[in-house]
């Protein structure tokens, strides 16, 4: 039994990026553990952030529930926004300071594995990008030895964005998460589709109220779903 330290951002990453080996892993008898930054209060509902942010924390513990976590450790920090400015939040924190409480949990686990983000912070939240930095450097303190990053093939994403690019401004995508030719594991993970958007559907506060990503998702036909989400991507540093 191997002992698996997920890292995400925000409430809802870890349903869209990593929820395929995550119910792959705990199914397979593995300990798995979700570590998140922040509540992901900016997250965008009509809620004000003083609200969202507990409602967040329950959907991430129903995530987490049926993709069968051991463990889920918030870690409190606030969500800086899309746009990077909110004050005080995790992507303007120095690196050590979280590094260090993420090093501890590593420690206390014995883990063997922790998941990041690509440098890019996939498509590029400040707080994901900070993901990147304070995990590496987490895994650094505590001498984890296996790191992931958690990404998407950058050429296959494009294949199905570039149709949309002529009428929506995708152009920005084009240099989102990681080449095909880096990425070093692709987990087939079709056979818990089921649970990737049940995980999905749990973070109901993010899957309403307009054409949201996640909502999208979410509702596929089975076969679709399985096709566009039945296979994460991973880089080993
Ligand atoms: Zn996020």
């Known amino acids: 039994m191997r002992t698996c330290v997920f890292f995400h951002a925000h409430p809802d990453d870890e349903a869209l990026l990593t929820a395929g080996l995550m119910a792959r892993l705990a199914d397979a008898g593995h300990r798995v553990v979700l ?25 991430l ?10 463990r889920v450790v918030p870690l409190g920090y606030p969500d800086s926004g ?17 590094a260090g409480r993420l090093a501890a949990i590593l420690r206390e686990e014995d883990a063997d594995l922790l998941t990041v983000y690509d440098e890019h912070g996939g498509y590029g939240h400040p707080d994901h990008v900070q993901v990147h930095r304070v995990g590496v450097e987490a895994a650094r303190l505590a001498g984890t030895r296996v790191v992931l ?24 995508w084009r240099q989102a998460y990681t080449p095909g030719s880096r990425i070093s594991h692709r987990v087939d993970v079709r056979r818990y589709a089921a649970a990737k958007r049940a995980a999905m559907a749990a973070h109901a506060s993010q899957g309403s109220g307009g054409p ?9 036909p089975d076969p679709v779903f399985r096709h566009a989400l039945g296979t994460e991507y991973y880089v080993r540093r």
């Open 35 to 59: 570590v998140v930054a922040t509540a992901g209060e900016r997250g965008r509902t009509g809620l004000p952030t003083v609200s969202l942010g507990p409602l967040r924390l329950r959907e």
């Open 61 to 70: 513990e129903e995530s987490a529930r049926v993709l069968g976590c051991a």
């Open 82 to 98: 899309l746009d990077g400015g909110a004050p005080g939040g995790f992507a303007s924190r120095p690196v050590a300071e979280p």
């Open 149 to 172: 990053e958690a990404t998407v093939d950058r050429d296959r994403l494009w294949r199905w964005l570039r149709p949309l690019s002529k009428v929506l401004p995708l152009d920005g």
């Open 212 to 220: 949201r990503l996640l909502a999208v998702l979410r509702r596929l």
